[in-house]
């Protein structure tokens, strides 16, 4: 299985809680820059699982309206998600070609770095808007290799 990991793009620093920060105008942009990127490169998921946080919905909301797939809310992407009990999660929808989740930091670092065998600290700094590539074997720690890993700043201008 592709698995695309897509740090959520930035977000406005007030709300009434975390939670319900939505994108920035500039966070808007970026996550329009991955979906085009995305559609320019082949890299079209099956679905798109996204975390409940209002800003990583709103990233999912812009990249599967350019490449028109689905996307889903789900729990285990919020922030606090731990790599064994993602890789628990993420079982379920082995049966998918390719599926991009969106989430935060360090979260999706420590997901990515446990599924790679690097450890999960520090093995992957994910921006804002940051894209990674993994070809996923199997869900365990080491059960995958990292094809790419793109920030939003490179993937063009708008």
Partial sequence: MQLLILRHADA?????????????????QQAKRVARFCSENGLQPDIIL???????????????????????????LASGMM????MEEMRAFLRFGCVMIVG????????????LGAGHLGALRMRKATL??????????????????????????E
């Avoid at 406005?12 to 808007?28: E, I, Q, V």
């Avoid at 975390?51 to 889903?72: F, G, H």
């Avoid at 930091?105 to 446990?114: K, M, Y």
């Fill in 50 to 76: 996204t975390s409940p946080y209002l800003r990583a919905e709103e990233t999912a909301k812009i990249v599967a309206e350019e490449l028109q797939c689905e996307w889903v809310l789900n729990a285990f």
């Fill in 104 to 115: 935060h930091e360090p979260d999706l670092s420590a997901f990515a770095g446990t599924l």
């Fill in 83 to 86: 790599p064994f009990a993602a």
């Fill in 12 to 28: 406005s620093t007030s709300a009434r809680t975390d939670d319900l920060r939505p994108l920035s105008d500039k966070g808007r």
């Fill in 132 to 157: 990674a590539g993994l070809e996923v074997d199997s869900m365990t720690s080491g059960g995958a290799h990292l094809e790419f890993l793109v920030p939003a700043k490179m993937m063009g201008k």
